[in-house]
């Protein structure tokens, strides 16, 4: 079975905090995506790599940053965290070809 | 610009009672359109992709079709555990990443 495993369900951190998302997949896939999803905005892309220490930015990319060293894993980087990034984060790998995404179960982080 | 817009934004059901949701997009030279249910709390979950207008797929009570400018989802005698969000997204014109639409909330009672 296919899987995206997110390193946390659930983050609670304080305003200024460096915080860190981890997204591990098995499926031996290049592309990575890290969206957030907020009530009456859908799904936003962050940013997204196509292969090992490659990323480009998605729609959304400030106060974020990504890593992405091995190619089953990518992070996602709140350099200083502010209330404004509570929000529900989801992680997403893709084949070559980029057909169908699976997504993680998601981390809903609250920044206090 | 890409863009994707769903309709309606939520729409509440009796069992068995079959409806449509509307996907509809722009986006230049289509490379896929793609069909995702997400519960509470959770990520989503993929269901179908669409590459080419007249082309259909079906899963259970779930069948997806494509034209040139929309996709429809049809819902066939649903129950209550088809309650969900659906959401709809394409590949955007570079073929890197996904554009989602705001979804669908379903609501099916008994």
């Known amino acids: 079975d296919v899987k995206v495993t997110q390193s946390s369900r659930y983050l609670v951190k304080r305003t200024g905090e460096k915080v860190f998302l981890e997204c591990v997949q098995d499926?031996?896939?290049?592309?990575m995506f890290w969206y957030r999803q907020d009530p009456g905005l859908g799904l936003r892309l962050i940013y997204f790599?196509?292969?090992?220490?490659?990323?480009e930015k998605g729609d959304i990319p400030e106060g974020y940053s990504v890593s992405r060293e091995k190619k089953e894993r990518f992070s996602l980087i709140l350099e200083s965290a502010s209330t404004n990034q509570t929000s529900m984060y989801l992680c997403?790998?893709?084949?070559?070809?980029?057909?169908?995404?699976?997504f993680g179960q998601g981390t809903r982080l609250t920044v206090v | 610009e890409d863009q994707v817009t769903q309709s309606p934004e939520a729409l509440r059901l009796q069992e068995g009672e079959s409806s449509s949701l509307n996907c509809s997009y722009t986006?230049?030279?289509?490379?896929?359109l793609f069909w995702y249910r997400q519960d509470p709390g959770k990520g989503p979950e993929f269901l179908f992709t669409?590459?080419?207008a007249g082309e259909e797929k079906e899963k259970e009570r779930l069948k997806a079709t494509l034209t040139k400018k929309e996709s429809f989802l049809h819902i066939t005698a649903p129950k209550p555990e088809d309650s969900a969000t659906y959401l709809c997204?394409?590949?955007?014109?570079?073929?890197?990443?996904?554009?989602f639409g705001k979804g669908t909330t379903l609501s099916v009672s008994s």
């Open positions: 986006v230049s030279g289509l490379r896929g």
């Open positions: 499926m031996d896939h290049e592309n």
């Open positions: 790599s196509y292969d090992v220490k490659m990323k």
């Open positions: 669409l590459y080419s």
């Open positions: 997403a790998s893709s084949g070559q070809s980029n057909t169908e995404a699976f």
């Open positions: 997204a394409v590949l955007n014109q570079a073929g890197t990443a996904l554009i």
